[in-house]
């Protein structure tokens, strides 16, 4: 089973215990044989804890992805749908709301054939605002030279091309929202609120450390911040 679940099954009895080692610490201690049993009852209390701060702070996965991103979560999903533990690291993870009206985002996307393909197998682009993404059938590229447009200029035609649409222009919240709904549904990626501070890498693994003394131990690591 997972960690986390086995450890959130467990977390009444820290509790209990927990409260009775606050009770026993506030009754007197009358005789050296007490105080020795005492002594070792923090010992143990200290050390448990310790066992549940590690169990708690430290990950285990396959792959571990650096950066909440828009490729960060498309790797996460399709790397997941391998049957391969993902370990999804990002400072921190805050809902996405999309623009609405005449609202629009300031940094937007051109999506080729090949990402629209990857979206589409990854069950993304049909949970995209699509009233909101704007194909392109033609593009002229020219040079920045004043009245060069005419001389330098490339032009691309979808119909000249045989296919419907040159690209895509899609807004970066529409596309981290769609991203972050198949997330919510996608098996085995488990998202880490933290920051990288360190890595270590040897013969078998890897090891981000994280600001806070958690760690992630992985076969990979992947820096898509």
Known sequence: RPRRKIIAEHVPECKCFLSWLLIFSLLPVFSPVAANLFARRIMLAGFLLRVLYMALNNHRVDICIVGNGAVGKVAALALSQLGLRVGLLAPAFTPIIVAQGDEWDVRVFALNHVAHRLLSGLKVWDALQLERVQAVSAMQIADAVPNALAASALSFDAYAAHVEELAWIIEDRNLNQALDKALQFAQN???????????????????????????VHADLVVGAD
Not at 189 to 215: H, K, P, W
């Open 189 to 215: 990626i488990t998202r880490i609120e933290g920051q990288a501070q360190s890595l270590l890498v040897d013969a078998d693994s890897a090891r981000v450390s994280l600001v806070g003394g958690a760690t």
